[in-house]
């Protein structure tokens, strides 16, 4: 048996094979990396509208009178504060000081929530759901199996989905989300993303996920739209300087060491919190901070981040060629004291040390 | 997928075209295409003689980095300069505008242990 039939398969990957994707093994799937070209995606992304299936993601659905209560402390970010049909990134800490998964809250009710996790995290994330509700008694339902995800996404994605829809799209905030047919099948929409384009986040059966993908495909035909692969995805949420598991944070890094203050709301307890508490009161040793490079060369994960003499201070956790800028952009963690914009740092990059500069994040506004 | 049957081949992708003791050497059609948008060709060996197989250089995608192995001992005598302002000519024309390295070789006997087209487009099942 090859590595291929022991992946797990989307509704659509037999689709992107027939589109002469390259498919690659992602947290346990068989997914589309590129399809023509990462550039060409990245940029119908930005300028257009480009689609990724995302149907790896995890949706767990977490119900009853206990519901609020439990992803109130299961979560960093303030629950209290979304009102239904909202949605909010949070993250889940656990009890070493790092964090279990960053996910997506949506608000059905305070007895409903829909909670959006990492694939590679499924497994982990809903054992330590389980250990927490120990606590709280809500009912934790893995929906992620009998779910796709189409991310149509980029500025001329909303004008696609609404010849495809009766539901009103421009009403629908972002990071809110209603139920409505997308052509003519069930479907979450879901004003997210995770390339900073704007667009929509579309859920569906496993059944629908073909019909919608085509539907979606027919009605962008005008405005050039293009399925995209996990590449374009990666190099288009740097840009944006969003955060991502197993790269720029995981099981060790604190939200706050990782720039997440604003989704660690001390204004009531969360799992750990005190922990993080103390982190902010005390000011964070290390921070997560983008930066550019000044001198040829791209950063990349576990590349060391050196002072101008060579003395390692932190590592590079992504990096790449920003297709939209033309730099080298990266994140790593540094020391607090060189963690302002304008700091001067260098990455070691084959043996030599190159010039970077610290830079506010987003890269791209 | 293009082997032009006059390029010698390694199983590191390379191709090298012999002209009396001198060659060039680039990566292969094959190679481009797995690495996707070239960004940045990194070649600082100018000058250096170097023995098969150490690396001569790096080539950056935007997703990754991949080493480049010299496919016989040799001198590099020039690196395509064409590459430093455009690296993409390295996706477009691999066996062409896309050279990398010109090398003076150390012992041109090296070339017979190289893989043929045939073989190489076997190898990567192209």
Redesign the interface.
Known sequence: MTQGELLKTTALTQTHRDLGAKMVPFAGYDMP??YT???LEHHAVRNSVGVFDVSHMGEVFVTGAKAYDFVQFLTSNDVSVLTDGKVQYSCMPNNEGGIVDDLLVYRYSTEKYMLVINASNIDKDLAWMHQINQNFGAEINNQSDNFSLLAVQGPNAIKAIQKITETQLSPIPYYAFTEGKIAGCDAIISNTGYTGAGGFELYVANNDALTVWNAVFEAGQEFDIIPCGL?AR??LRLEKGFCLYGHDIDDSTSPIEAGLGWITKFNHPFNHSDFHLAIKENKPTKKLVGFVLED???P?QHYPICSADGTVIGEVTSG??S?TLGKAIGMGYVPAALSAAGSEIYVEV?GKLLKSVVTKLPFLA | MNFPENLKYTKDHEWILVEGDEAKIGITEFAQGEL??I??V?ISSEGETLQSEEVFG?V?A??T?SELYMPVSGEILEVNPHLENAPETVNSDPYGMGWMVRVKLSDTDQIEGLMSAEQYREMVGA
Do not use: A, Y
Request: aromatic share 4%; hydrophobic share 40%; no cysteine.
């Open positions: 990396v590129l070209n990462l550039i590449g990666d190099t040829r060369g791209i990349r790449t060629m297709p084959r | 996707g948008d960004v940045f990194d790096s950056e935007v997703k980095v």
